[in-house]
DNA sequence: TCTAGCACTCTTTTCCCTCGAGTGCTAATT
DNA sequence: AATTAGCACTCGAGGGAAAAGAGTGCTAGA
């Protein structure tokens, strides 16, 4: 059933009300903004209630959304903001320096999502299997050589090794020939016990030396797949009501803290085709975000990577600005990485878009 | 003027009873433990509050140690704590798994620092600067190579480098000479605009790679120096009663979490000669910790480079334990990167030695 | 259908009182 | 001279009761 016009509006204003000032709304405050009398607004509110749209914390306060509330709220009457310009021009500025190591970047990115929102924020990329492309094997002396293998994609790992015994240089040239032979273009999992013996037998004199260089290649092949999982600013939390409680502030810290856990909550389901989810305190599957919400957005890390940051909050959570700003950042990071301007279709539609006017 | 030793024995007590409970400790509860009345220990709390060394927040409220206080329990007073069977085995099997990333590593040893004390805990490694012991170009295809440089500390940084035109390979070991030529052994200070300029001049038509490779160089040189600092477990603040006040939390939270501010107020004057320097109250340099305690360590990291380890809480603060734990974790950091058994001398003597009869 | 008014509900704030832990001092005791 | 027992005093913490205030629900009238 469709909510009337004015029903749209007093849910409005009292979500909008609510994430600004997290206080309960009365029918006093918002019959101003309405143009209607508050005892007009009461039974509003009283039917909103009754839909489910909004709660009473007690029956002598005002009114709070409900997350079903808030969830309409994010799919249907929330202001689609656009960021100021300065706020773009610091987003652009910190992206810009363009950062080789993609840990260290999506440290950067988590620590600007997590600036820009005032919020506790994550980044981290998926990056799908990769095989190595090529080896090179470097003489450095009799006890030690270089491993260096270039990896699908485009990135170089490199590994020292030093031996307790002496080679020669050409003992090093036919490794390098074998491991390009028998280890390029095979991901981790395809690396099977019997490649690697087949590679020792045919390695001769060196074939102690397959073991050391085949573990160097899976242990490459590994972490080029595990996404490092980065989380910034958790502290911000303190400056939210809502955690102005030690022991839940303490809760649900320790549980963004730990990347690991918060992977878990991520992706199974979609993102919504503006390349944004939002979840809202119940929807949450860990037990621990029950009473928080999660925005969260993806771009395009290039070479069919994907990428996702998000933010944690109260439910009473910024959740248009948050929105924005989240937006725009996935969309920089796409180009940066990618070199696609709108990956997601409506990325930068949604940040270009005109504020709805509003009063 | 020296302290009677009855006198040191209430001010050890006061301490050891205030860091367990929080709570201001009363003459009565002291007067078993001393063995004489309360009235006796009243005179002589009162001298030593006289003394400076307890303070009471308000009259009729227990006495509380006050820095200097603490300062002297730490410097004579406190019991110098073996670790229990458990807690040093726990550590040396997260110290076992050799980690070959020094950067992967610190966070494991802040986060292990952290986990055992229940305090915030920071990890870094300082290193010496450092140059590039030789340059290995890989010629990939003609619009790509990789650059391997070798460096001092026997760390491989590598780049690969994309380029809009073709080269080929007897240009890129033309380079690759000319970089082994003028660019080894020289730290990130010396490289001058002068020896990029003449390796240009003699680099012919691949001038304009020499800019690229020789600002990777200067990148590589300037991150091997620049000390990762990890920070770990914040959030552990929160479950001190002192930090009920999630504004205080916040502050000190916000703090610690910005490695380069707490980095400021590391080592400028010395360690202890156990390698243990602890800086309480008001000793801090940095304002927001004047209500807090440091706790730090040294270690050994090989190759003269030194490591530093630390933990963070209130005043009130388990010294004897948190110190215990440190030296454990430095001493075993010192044999696991530099193979010194005993580096700060102390360190193992401080760890093994029987605790002092108590109770 | 909207509005004005009013009684009612429930939380929050304030104030005051009591309770108790702990002190400081004095006088007695060792 | 040092220690102890005793006692009056201080000050914060805890617990209601009462008042304040914000907001609701309902009814009657426009």
Do not use: W
């Amino acid at each position: 059933m469709e909510l009337s016009e004015r029903k749209k509006r007093i849910l409005t204003a009292v979500v909008d009300s609510y994430i600004a000032t997290a206080e309960p709304v009365g029918s006093k405050a918002l019959a101003e903004k309405i143009g209607c009398s508050s005892a007009t607004i009461r039974n509003e509110m009283s039917e909103l209630t009754g839909m489910g749209y909004l709660e009473q914390p007690h029956t002598s306060a005002g009114r709070v959304p409900s997350p079903m509330g808030y969830r309409l709220y994010v799919n249907e009457l929330m202001e689609r903001q656009k960021l100021s310009e300065a706020e773009a021009a610091a987003i652009n500025e910190k992206l810009a320096r363009k950062n080789e190591q993609i840990e260290k970047l999506m440290a950067e990115v988590g620590q600007l999502t997590s600036a820009m929102t005032q919020y506790p924020a994550y980044a981290l990329t998926m990056k799908p299997p990769v095989a190595v492309k090529r080896f090179d094997f470097i003489y450095v002396d009799a006890n030690t050589f270089i491993v260096v293998a270039l990896l699908t994609d485009n990135t170089v790992k490199n590994k020292l090794v030093h031996l307790p015994f002496s080679v020669h240089q050409e003992q090093i040239t036919t490794l390098n020939s074998l491991f390009n032979a028998n280890f390029t273009g095979v991901t981790d999992r395809e690396i099977t016990e019997s490649i690697i013996r087949s590679t020792e037998r045919a390695a001769g004199d060196t074939y102690g030396l397959v073991a050391v260089v085949a573990s160097f290649t899976m242990e490459c092949l590994a972490a080029a797949r595990t996404a490092p999982m980065q989380v910034a600013g958790t502290s911000q939390l303190l400056s939210q009501p809502e955690f102005r409680d030690p022991d839940k502030a303490h809760a649900l810290m320790s549980f963004i803290s730990d990347g690991s856990r918060l992977m878990d909550d991520l992706p199974p389901a979609g993102m919504g085709s503006d390349g944004l989810r939002v979840t809202i305190g119940p929807e949450n599957l860990a037990e621990e975000l029950k009473d928080s919400s999660v925005v969260m957005a993806s771009y395009d890390a290039g070479d069919g990577m994907r990428g996702y940051i998000g933010v944690v909050g109260p439910t009473r959570m910024d959740y248009s600005g948050v929105a924005a700003k989240l937006s725009y950042i996935a969309a920089g990071l796409s180009r940066l990485l990618a070199g696609t301007d709108a990956p997601e279709g409506l990325n930068n539609k949604l940040v270009l878009k005109e504020s709805d006017r509003h009063e």
